[in-house]
């Protein structure tokens, strides 16, 4: 089965500080993305990664950035959390193109 | 630009009803569409597609249909059980070369015994 792990499953931070969300996959996928869930809105795409090294900004990409040294692992980092950054963010990675996304469990983050 | 618009919840039936979640897109071209769940505290998963017109799609008990006159892929189920409350999203295939989904606002769906 594939998994994508999501680092931690809850989190609380202080406005301003940097935070590190990291997703691992172990499926070998090229694709990774990031999301955002909030009520109301759906899911949103935050970034986006088809390969090593690269990235392409999502639908909300301001105050976030993100790495893929490796292919497994993708990262989101909010340079300086804001309080409006609080919501649960979703990694998901996929194969080829159109094919289906796998998703972590999610991760909820509270900025104070 | 491409979107989906999928019925507001929440959604409440008893056990046995049948469900219908409506979901409408717009969208260039010929979108793949799709229907992902979310049950209570997990990720999302992959329900059930259909990449082209006409298509059906099915997965436990539930179908969905792509109608390419009306831009629709409504979700039924004819008789729906308590462990099938969760959140449901419709999706589409972003048009272009990466794979990128564009999700709706998701429908709570609460089945009471």
């Known amino acids: 089965d594939v998994k994508v792990t999501q680092s931690s499953r809850y989190l609380v931070k202080r406005t301003g500080e940097k935070v590190f969300l990291e997703c691992v996959q172990d499926?070998?996928?090229?694709?990774m993305f990031w999301y955002r869930q909030d009520p109301g809105l759906g899911l949103r795409l935050i970034y986006f990664?088809?390969?090593?090294?690269?990235?392409e900004k999502g639908d909300i990409p301001e105050g976030y950035s993100v790495s893929r040294e490796k292919k497994e692992r993708f990262s989101l980092i909010l340079e300086s959390a804001s309080t409006n950054q609080t919501s649960m963010y979703l990694c998901?990675?996929?194969?080829?193109?159109?094919?289906?996304?796998?998703f972590g469990e999610g991760s909820r983050l509270t900025v104070l | 630009g491409d979107s989906v618009t999928q019925m507001e919840g929440p959604v409440t039936l008893s056990e046995e009803a049948f469900l219908t979640i409506n979901c409408t897109y717009t969208?260039?071209?010929?979108?793949?569409l799709f229907w992902y769940v979310q049950y209570p505290g997990e990720g999302l998963q992959l329900l059930l597609k259909?990449?082209?017109?006409?298509d059906k799609g099915s997965n436990k008990g539930f179908e969905a249909t792509y109608r390419k006159e009306t831009t629709s892929f409504h979700l039924e189920k004819g008789s729906v059980q308590v462990s099938d409350s969760a959140v449901y999203f419709c999706?589409?295939?972003?048009?272009?070369?990466?794979?990128?989904?564009?999700f709706g606002t998701g429908t709570l769906l609460a089945v009471q015994p």
């Open positions: 998901a990675s996929s194969s080829t193109l159109g094919r289906e996304l796998f």
């Open positions: 499926m070998d996928h090229e694709n």
């Open positions: 990664s088809y390969d090593v090294k690269m990235k």
């Open positions: 969208a260039t071209g010929y979108p793949s």
């Open positions: 259909a990449t082209k017109a006409d």
């Open positions: 999706a589409l295939l972003y048009g272009g070369a990466t794979n990128k989904l564009i």
